[in-house]
């Protein structure tokens, strides 16, 4: 730890770090524009200079950058010396020679860096009178709008696109006055993490599109500290609304996990959640033809009448609702008549997870932690369409090499620009195994694509290489036993090790073999350290399956047999689990089934009785991500405020209310406090949820948390469309949150949750540095959510003697394997509009002999049959994928996850 003197007073400071680090993280506020904590330093544009001084005798002192200039100890600067500051103003006059005059209109105001930095610097008028350089604008997609004139050649955007997000579609061009950040020409941004430009811009270059269309300033909206969920790693989001409607989705810094970025689906994939494209008020089907809308009392009486009425009701949760409403519903039907929603081959993933998690001592490391690592290896998983967010994590982690070679050279690790040209000959090794191709394949030193089963099988040599205690395997070829060798030889000489699989194959089997490579590494050298993440389809999965209950399969089949009566879904769509006829069987008699959720699913449309929901918007609950972390998400606004004809309530609150009215009793769920005690009656397992999570009894000086800005305006016209008399504010029974601005914001150790960043003079997304106890580290509260699984010192060791593999059945039939799209896979973003207009068109992957021997090209149209269903798709050649085997985009529509192992019949070409 160094000592440094800032503006004559002595500060500690981290050597590792640049002076512009230290002084924020001191507090001070220096301009500055080209450096970003993820980024590091390039010196582009001279704003955050200051004078450093040789010794205390020394008054004349020398002009630094300070973002390049390392904290050595006893260093001297001063920030507020008059040459300092005439020289930062006449810098960001320069920046701004070419910059227009349109803070009115721009789509950043209020929301800008390049605002909050030139009111820093007290610069507020020009003295260029020339005429100002333009440039076209560019159409880069549905997401990003490109305003090129604004650019003040930060870099920040081409540093993070290229050189850390590794896009390859977005350059720099041109020289001198006419610099030009874009495409060669116009289309879509093809990275995942493209929306982060927004984020990262510091001006209003690149804005959210999305948000353009339903515009309102940042100050304008009411947040929600949330949780997407869209996949399994729980990345911590703000959510703004306006006029309940959903307007933005921000970054939510979160140290461990998602740091300053989202992914593009994460944070565009949101227009299902707004009030007009959704169920809101009850309906009954009579006599399947005539829709009922009804009042709550109504909806209410029949919700109990049909509990009553049948004497076994099956109650179907789901992955992506929370562990509240998920609990409440098993609570209602009882815990032998619930099932969690999974297929078999789901269950017996997520229980070989579960298992691991809870019972073993090898590390299940966070997001952040992923770039740590120096070998990974990837088994089974396409990693960069079902957790891009993880996809980005190991791309830092290839090049984390380069950060130790720079070590070795006398470099800082903030100093990027020699730092990246390192990287490009010194990698991380990265392996992979897959049916196919993926994107990650770029920068993998080797790659092995075969069929599940083959790919079980490598993985189990590996694991025998490291310790011959694992079954050895024998009907490897001699090619695929050296490279077991070899990888098994890097796995040994390096320090620290990550093996990444996942259930999104169903294969319990790749599950079994990825805890053999790591317990085969842990065992093989205590030196080594391992970890091993797991990746499942939703956003509680986890959560489901530890609440348990039987698999979808086993709760139609109760029903088809009369063993049960009628079912109950819960945020589920039967559609996208079984089989198309299996599922038209069961709507012959839609008065047997009843169906809460808060999207017009198919399911939904077709129930005799349902109920609207609210979306995790407009709810409050839990879930638990893919390293065991229970996470808490909090709702944004309340849709009733907005249109109190509208009958909306949380799943677990209608679940309530039903049994309250067939019990005839008090509700005694009154609020999320309780139902959380009541679930941890049941499961111990998540008592400490409660123990760490803030109640709704929390409050700071007697106050309440505000989810809007103190400029917060317009609130006396929210409901001008209905009443002109303004109502009071809706009361949050829940949490600890107010639904105004009225209450505490600004930054303390105590609140764990923040719904959106902002603090005086720092009205841009660089606000999360006044929250962070140093920039670009932990909160000053902390990191939010609770781990749930504790390693024992007596742990389970995990050793599978027989892994069951079907090497034999794929040379003889056409089989499904699925695979994945960032846009177009997951369920509820299937809803959204925008999302919508980026669904790649369905097809079905074929290997590429396959298709030769069938006499087939690309876009050549195929037709088969498979679970009693006819497909008719244009096909996609493969190198890669095995022969025999078909890929379909399983969980979109109309492709229900039982296709996946299954049988294909009647293959061939569609002649039109």
Not at 131 to 151: P, W
Not at 235 to 262: F, K
Not at 328 to 355: H, P
Not at 807 to 817: G, L, P, T
């Amino acid at each position: 730890m160094a000592k440094i003197y800032i503006n004559g007073k002595l500060y500690d400071a981290d050597e590792s770090e640049n002076l512009l680090q230290v002084c924020l993280s001191a507090g001070f506020n220096i301009p500055y524009f080209c450096w970003h904590p993820l980024l590091g330093s390039l010196g582009a544009c001279r704003q955050c200079a200051v004078t450093q001084y040789n010794n205390l005798q020394d008054v004349k002192g020398r002009l630094v950058m300070s973002c390049m200039t390392p904290a050595k100890d006893g260093s001297i600067i001063s920030i507020n010396d008059p040459e300092s500051e005439v020289f930062r103003k006449s810098i960001i006059e320069i920046l701004l020679t070419n910059h227009p005059h349109d803070c009115p209109v721009c789509e950043e105001g209020g929301h800008c860096h390049l605002q909050d930095m030139t009111v820093m610097t007290q610069h507020n008028r020009r003295s260029y009178r020339f005429k100002k350089r333009t440039h076209k604008n560019q159409y880069l997609g549905s997401f990003i709008k490109h305003e090129m004139n604004r650019c003040i050649t930060c870099y920040r955007c081409v540093r993070f696109y290229n050189d850390y997000a590794n896009g390859s579609d977005f350059g720099v061009y041109g020289s001198n006055n006419n610099i030009y950040f874009g495409r060669i020409e116009d289309g879509c941004l093809e990275n995942e993490h493209s929306g982060n430009l927004i984020e990262l811009c510091p001006t209003g270059v690149f804005t959210d599109k999305i948000h353009s269309k339903r515009y309102n300033r940042k100050w304008d909206m009411q947040y929600g500290p949330g949780i997407c969920h869209n996949c399994s790693i729980g990345c911590n989001i703000s959510i703004g609304e306006r006029y309940g409607e959903v307007r933005r989705v921000e970054n939510r810094y979160h140290e461990d996990i998602n740091h300053y970025l989202i992914c593009d689906l994460g944070r565009f994939g949101h227009s299902h959640l707004n009030l007009h494209d959704r169920p809101k008020n009850p309906a009954y089907l009579e006599n399947q033809k005539t829709l009922n809308i009804l009042n709550f009392e109504q909806a209410i009486d029949l919700g109990s009448l049909f509990f009553q009425k049948y004497k076994r009701v099956i109650g179907i949760g789901s992955i992506r609702a929370s562990i509240e409403n998920n609990f409440a519903l098993q609570d209602l039907v009882g815990k032998d008549n619930f099932s969690n929603g999974m297929s078999e081959k789901e269950q017996d993933c997520v229980k070989l997870i579960l298992d691991f998690l809870q019972n073993s001592n090898v590390y299940v490391p966070s997001l952040k932690e992923i770039e740590s690592y120096d070998l990974i290896l990837v088994i089974g998983e396409d990693v960069t369409h079902t957790a891009p967010r993880i996809a980005l994590a190991i791309r830092q982690a290839v090049k984390n090499k380069a950060y130790k070679k720079s070590e070795f050279y006398g470099l800082p690790k903030w100093h990027s620009s020699p730092i990246n040209h390192i990287s490009e000959d010194n990698k991380n090794p990265l392996y992979i195994m897959h049916t196919h191709e993926s994107k990650l394949d770029n920068i993998a030193e080797w790659c092995y694509f075969a069929s599940i089963d083959e790919q079980v099988n490598f993985s189990c040599a590996i694991a025998h290489e490291l310790d011959k205690r694992f079954p050895k395997i024998f009907n490897l070829s001699n090619v695929l036993k050296k490279q077991a060798s070899l990888i098994a030889n890097r796995i040994t000489v390096s320090k620290k090790i990550l093996v990444v699989s996942g259930s999104h194959s169903f294969s319990s089997s790749i599950i079994q073999a990825a805890i053999n490579v790591a317990s085969a590494i842990q065992c093989n050298d205590a030196n080594n350290h391992v970890g091993l993440t797991f990746l499942t389809p939703s956003a509680n999965t986890l959560g489901a399956g530890i609440i348990g209950g039987m698999s979808i399969e086993s709760a139609i089949k109760a029903f088809k047999e009369k063993n049960a009566d009628a079912i109950c879904c819960m945020e589920y769509d039967l559609y996208r689990f079984i089989s198309k006829k299996d599922v038209d069987c069961l709507f012959q008699n839609p008065e047997k089934i009843i169906t809460i959720d808060h999207q017009y699913t198919d399911t939904y449309q077709k129930s005799g009785l349902t109920l609207p929901s609210t979306s995790f918007a407009e709810s409050s609950g839990t879930i638990i991500n893919f390293e065991g972390r229970a996470q808490r998400f909090f709702q944004v606004y309340d849709p009733i405020f907005y249109d109190n004809t509208n009958c909306l309530f949380d799943s677990w609150r209608w679940l309530q209310y039903i049994q309250s009215k067939i019990n005839k009793t008090k509700i005694y769920w009154k609020n999320l406090d309780d139902i959380t005690h009541a679930y941890i009656k049941k499961y111990p397992i998540f008592q400490n949820i409660i123990k760490n999570e803030p109640d709704s009894n929390f409050r700071f000086i007697d106050q309440k948390v505000a989810r809007s800005p103190i400029r917060y305006s317009g609130r006396t016209v929210l409901r001008s469309n209905i009443d002109i008399h303004e109502p009071s504010q809706p009361k949050d029974i829940n949490t600890m949150f107010s639904f105004s601005m009225e209450g505490y914001n600004q930054p303390n150790k105590s609140i764990t949750h923040i719904p959106f960043a902002w603090f005086p003079g720092w009205n841009s997304p660089q606000a999360w540095n006044k929250f962070q106890t140093r920039i670009g580290k932990n909160l000053i509260s902390g990191s939010s959510g609770t781990h749930l699984f504790k390693k024992n010192e007596k742990s389970k060791q995990f050793c599978f003697d027989s892994i069951l593999t079907f090497i034999s059945r794929s040379k003889q039939h056409w089989y499904v394997v699925p695979y994945y799209y960032l846009f177009g896979n997951e369920e509820l973003t299937q809803y959204s509009s925008v999302i919508q207009e980026n669904i790649p068109r369905s097809y079905a992957l074929m290997n590429v002999l396959d298709g030769i021997k069938l006499g087939l090209q690309d876009n050549s149209t195929i037709k088969f049959s498979c679970l009693n269903h006819d497909y008719q798709l244009n096909i996609r050649l493969s190198k890669n994928l095995c022969e025999k085997q078909i890929g379909l985009p399983i969980g979109r529509k109309g492709f229900p996850i039982a296709l996946v192992g299954k049988k294909i019949t009647l293959l061939q070409e569609c002649v039109t």
